[in-house]
């Protein structure tokens, strides 16, 4: 079992960065691929990015290859997204979630957060 805590969501300009985290409990985290996923109003949940139990494989939707970097440290049990270059439509309520192995896939993620807002302003 793994319960997942997300924080550090806010406001913040187009052009502007924002770094939001999340805070796994379980022994077990270290094993668990892990995943940030957002929803829209009225769009479903994307794929945003994922990485490896290991932290060496990573992967990115393409709206946010290059401005966004996942991370994670399993002697603290957190990952990370930190995100740059934000654009309006980055707005989203931003999920992680984790899953036995690294997929874009949101139907194969066992556990899930409750979520925080990211809102970008233009």
């Known amino acids: 079992q793994v319960q997942l805590v997300e924080s550090g969501g806010g406001l913040v300009q187009a052009g502007g960065s924002l770094s939001v985290s999340c805070a796994a409990s379980?022994?077990?985290?270290?094993?668990?691929?892990m995943a940030w996923f957002r929803q829209a109003p009225g769009k479903e949940r994307e794929f945003v990015a994922t990485?490896?139990?290991?932290?060496?494989?990573?992967y990115y939707a393409d709206a946010v290859k290059g401005r966004f970097t996942i991370s994670r440290d399993n002697a603290k049990n957190k990952v990370y997204l930190q995100m740059n270059a934000l654009k309006p439509e980055d707005t989203a309520v931003y999920y992680c979630?984790?899953?036995?192995?690294?997929?874009?896939?949101?139907?194969?993620?066992?556990?899930w957060g409750q979520g925080t807002q990211v809102t970008v302003s233009s």
């Open positions: 979630a984790a899953a036995t192995s690294i997929t874009s896939r949101k139907d194969l993620y066992d556990y």
């Open positions: 379980g022994r077990t985290f270290s094993t668990y691929a």
């Open positions: 990485i490896s139990w290991s932290g060496a494989s990573t």
